[in-house]
């Protein structure tokens, strides 16, 4: 096996043994080992890509955590006197590839029939168990508010003005 291709934060690298990478920051803590997820394996004429893949185990060491390189950004809008000037720095971990290898076998499944009689003897425990009655709640009259009046309207006044008073 000389390469293979893993996954890394939704994007993908093609490494080799001893090579080292800077990719978006890890969760990991320095010197610490991981296994990315493989997608492929191959080298000397023949590849293994999926679960023929999933069989290979690639194993990385976070050797440092670092900044990227500073990028600005400047934005400008001619005749407004718009101006605006951004700028970040990517986080970035350094890894280095230890190996690239098979890994053991994962030992045989459990027999199903002896996983289920568990989880039955569980359920059955549950089911045992009487649950409190629960008490009907009486249930409230309902009471009709009585209509309310409204007063009536006065009828308006005319104002009359005299005449040469």
């Keep these: 096996m000389t ?3 893993i996954a890394l934060s939704g994007k993908q690298y093609r490494v080799r043994e001893g090579e080292w990478l800077l990719v978006d920051r890890v969760p990991h803590d320095e010197g610490a080992t991981f296994a990315p997820d493989v ?10 890509i999926g679960d023929a893949a999933s069989g290979v185990k690639v194993q990385a060491i976070v050797t440092e955590h670092l900044l990227g390189k500073k990028v600005v950004v ?12 951004n700028g970040h720095r990517s986080r970035l971990s350094k ?8 890994t053991t076998k994962r030992a045989p499944k459990k027999d199903e029939a002896a996983a289920e ?3 039955a003897a569980a ?11 629960a008490k009907p709640k009486p249930k ?7 209509a309310k009046k409204t007063p009536a309207r006065k009828p308006a006044t005319k104002k009359t003005e005299g005449k040469g008073e």
């Design 39 to 48: 997608l492929l394996v191959g080298g000397n004429g023949d590849a293994k």
């Design 140 to 146: 409230a009259a309902a009471k009709k508010a009585p």
């Design 123 to 133: 359920k059955a425990k549950t089911a045992a168990k009487p649950r409190a009655a």
């Design 117 to 119: 009689k568990p989880k």
């Design 3 to 5: 390469y293979a291709v």
């Design 74 to 85: 400047g934005k400008h809008r001619q005749r407004t006197g718009f101006r605006r000037r």
């Design 95 to 102: 890894i280095e590839i230890q190996s690239i290898g098979t």
